[in-house]
């Protein structure tokens, strides 16, 4: 089945085959929102999953936050955990097909989840979505896997996508991963 493809990764919830779930938010990720003092950013979680990214920012006092996923399973699970977030902030729909302006765009594990010849298409998306001066922060794999998804990548490679794109394009080695990815993730800052 296309990994593109909404069912793929709605059968993925149901057999509760969700290797990639880190039951907690990001490490390197916590470790930016807790560096981050303006609460006011639009913030959107593209390919959100179960979202404890966004469970974090929202308790953090965060509250413009938007969770998106396709996949409605992984949105009604949120919707039950984190019972005093907007509705309106959760959105079932496919990324490709959003349309808002945001300051910030994070990145955790959907990049990887999308068919490498989705890739320019990912990064005019995320252009298209942020204001002027807004950013990409995130984290992506720096290292390859026999079959995706996760498609893997190298720090060589982003640098040369998102620079066709974006003037400021930072990638450095991410220090607070999780211990299963450690030395194999990359943090992104990317500016508009
Ligand atoms: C590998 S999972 C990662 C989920 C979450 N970010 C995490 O780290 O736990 C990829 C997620 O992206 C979602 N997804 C894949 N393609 C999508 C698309 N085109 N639009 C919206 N969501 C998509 C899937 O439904 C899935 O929840």
Redesign the pocket.
Known sequence: MNT?D?KF?EERYDEQNTG???GQC?PPLRDWFDREENKQLNILI???????EAEYLYKSGFTNVVV????ET?ILNFRKRVIDFPQEQLIL????EHEKKYDRIVE???F???PPDYRERYVEKIKELLVPGGKLIGVLFDRDFPAG??FGGSAVEYKQLFETHFSSVKIYPCLHSVTPRMGTEVFIEIEK
Do not use: E, H, V
Request: net charge negative; aromatic share 22%; with cysteine.
């Open positions: 593109s909404k990764w990639w779930d880190l990001s593209p390919g959100a999953g179960n979202a404890y998106l996923d396709f996949a992984p729909q496919d990324f490709f955790q594990t959907f990887c989840a999308i998804p996760p």
